[in-house]
């Protein structure tokens, strides 16, 4: 019997940057620097490109990489009425980079380096507290709180409309919280990471190294 085919983005993919407060925080001193001058007054989006849609459960390392970054996130998927009509577990995978607002597409845009989930109907689920637990090899290693978006996912949606329409198909990712340091979350060759929240279901991945 042949299995079911898992899902995929039928859209573009948008990932948003700097909106958890920790790391606005830690970015911040910064944000008045050359060459921006001053702190972002709209949500600062990327693009994943179809390339990186994965919804196997491995992740391939390819040329020098050693190691990736974790990028525990939620996607809003869109609907027909420019409105959410799912969610989904993303790991917005990239390569461990110092760069700031907009970091080079060979980050994060690399084959493979978007592990999904499986959608949940929008009427299912509430965003409000939701936490995400990210586990490396069974160790909870972060915990990432809606709570502490910068822009809530209904202002985030409304900024982001204000300047850009969404189609059906589109994902929205709310962004990526990183540590205490600045960095975020890493794997390595070998590893077996979990992202998971209630009422989702859990995305796994296993780290491969080249054959």
């Not at 962004?175 to 890493?186: E, V």
């Amino acid at each position: 019997m042949n299995k079911p085919c898992r899902w995929q983005p039928a859209g573009t993919v948008y990932g948003t940057l700097l909106n958890f407060q920790r790391e606005w925080n830690v970015w911040a001193p910064r944000m008045t620097q050359d060459p921006h001058k001053a702190p972002p007054k709209a949500p600062v989006l990327y693009i994943k490109t179809a390339n990186t849609f994965n919804p196997s459960d491995a992740l391939e390392l390819q040329d020098d990489i050693t190691e990736v970054d974790v990028g525990a996130t939620v996607g809003l998927v869109m609907g027909p009425d420019g409105q959410p009509e799912s969610a989904v577990l993303i790991n917005d995978w990239s390569v461990p980079h110092d760069s700031y607002y907009r970091p080079p597409s060979k980050f994060r845009c690399r084959d493979g380096y978007m592990g999904l989930g499986q959608p949940v109907p929008w009427s299912q689920i509430s965003m409000d507290g939701l936490s995400l637990s990210v586990r490396v090899n069974g160790v909870e290693v972060q915990e990432v709180q809606l709570g502490t978006l910068v822009r809530s996912v209904e202002q985030l949606l409304a900024d982001v409309c204000e300047f850009m329409t969404l189609q059906p198909g589109d994902v929205l990712m709310v962004g990526t919280d990183c540590l205490d340091d600045g960095t975020r979350p890493r794997a390595r060759a070998g590893d077996c990471v979990e992202i998971a929240a209630p009422g989702f279901t859990t995305v796994l991945i296993h780290v491969k190294g080249q054959a």
